[in-house]
């Protein structure tokens, strides 16, 4: 099995800045990409930004300039570095892990971590 494990989620000012990592356990071969998705209070989840293991990137519209994500593939980690924050940006943040290749397993599958809440407010 894999476990994702979020930190850094906080209560923030508008203009602040927070850092969230997640570390992925287990006896992981491989893993396609990792994220961090988004859920704020009554509205669906949405992705934030995604990076693969040859570091490419893609985020939503809503973070680009603002929030940069970063991986260290041998430590099976990724990181989100959020400057700028608003108040929109209050969420859930659950760390997603696509297409984990498990030590002798022939099979691919997706992860999720337990969420760190991100709160931006004066």
């Known amino acids: 099995q894999v476990q994702l494990v979020e930190s850094g989620g906080g209560l923030v000012q508008p203009g602040g800045s927070l850092r969230l990592s997640c570390v992925a356990s287990g006896s992981i071969f491989s893993i396609y990409a990792m994220g961090w998705y988004r859920q704020a209070p009554g509205n669906q989840r949405e992705l934030a930004a995604t990076?693969?293991?040859?570091?490419?990137?893609t985020y939503a519209d809503s973070v680009k300039g603002r929030f940069t994500i970063s991986r260290d593939n041998a430590k099976n980690t990724v990181y989100l570095q959020m400057n700028s924050l608003k108040p929109e940006d209050t969420a859930v943040y659950y760390c997603n892990a696509a297409s984990v290749r498990l030590v002798s397993s022939t099979r691919n599958r997706d992860y999720w971590g337990q969420g760190t809440r991100v709160t931006v407010s004066s």
């Open positions: 990076i693969t293991s040859g570091g490419s990137t």
